[in-house]
């Protein structure tokens, strides 16, 4: 779990704030992974970065803007959510080309 | 649509018994499969992962892969109950993109 850190682990937030997600992973990896993970649905893959570069956007909702400013720390900016957008949100890491994901503890995000 | 099945259970079993988790998936392209266990509210643990087919074990815990019929499984012997958890299986394929599975939720029972 230290190898992928996640901030905050959980933020209560009104539809009309405006907050950020972040996550830092420190295994030297250089894709990084944005799911979101709703009661009783398998995890949803958001966004995939490639050495910095956005690679995937997986017909995800404007109103989630990701940010990676570097191979180690990626960002989930998020305004104007909705209700149904409460879910467990979790950072992913890998080595680029390799599958093997390791995942942060997730923030845990209420929608009000 | 590539997809990754699995048993939504509850699969459960006495303490000390055998538990085995299947999952299929549809993706020939597949060529890793992982297991991850999800302890409830927190995130997936990475405990096996397979690349050929036949089995690999790795103390209690055995992943077999099966290509030609698509078919990937986990044994956990000698359970515990401390192995009660979410078990999550996904295939990946010469990217980085995972497909998960949506779980399988195991019970070992005292």
């Known amino acids: 779990e230290t190898g992928v850190t996640q901030t905050p682990r959980h933020l209560v937030m009104g539809m009309t704030n405006k907050k950020s997600l972040k996550c830092e992973q420190h295994l030297g990896h250089n894709a990084m992974y944005w799911y979101k993970q709703s009661a009783k649905k398998p995890l949803e893959l958001m966004f995939v970065y490639n050495f910095k570069e956005q690679t995937e956007n997986n017909s995800v909702p404007s109103r989630f803007s990701p940010e990676c400013p570097n191979s180690s720390h990626l960002f989930l900016h998020l305004h104007t959510l909705q209700p149904e957008d409460s879910a467990l949100y979790l950072c992913?890491?890998?080595?680029?080309?390799?599958?093997?994901?390791?995942f942060g503890p997730g923030t845990r995000l209420t929608v009000l | 649509q590539k997809e990754v099945e699995q048993n939504s259970g509850p699969l459960s079993v006495p303490e000390g018994a055998i538990a085995s988790l299947n999952c299929t998936y549809s993706?020939?392209?597949?060529?890793?499969f992982f297991w991850y266990r999800q302890y409830s509210g927190k995130s997936p643990e990475l405990i096996m992962s397979i690349y050929s087919n036949g089995d690999k074990e790795d103390g209690r815990f055995t992943a077999q892969l099966n290509k030609a019929s698509q078919y990937v499984s986990l044994l956990i012997r000698d359970s515990q109950p401390s192995d009660s958890a979410t078990y999550l299986c996904a295939g990946g394929d010469s990217s980085y993109k995972l497909i998960f599975g949506s779980g399988t939720r195991l019970l070992v029972r005292p």
């Open positions: 993706d020939r392209g597949s060529q890793s």
């Open positions: 992913a890491s890998s080595q680029v080309a390799l599958a093997l994901q390791f």
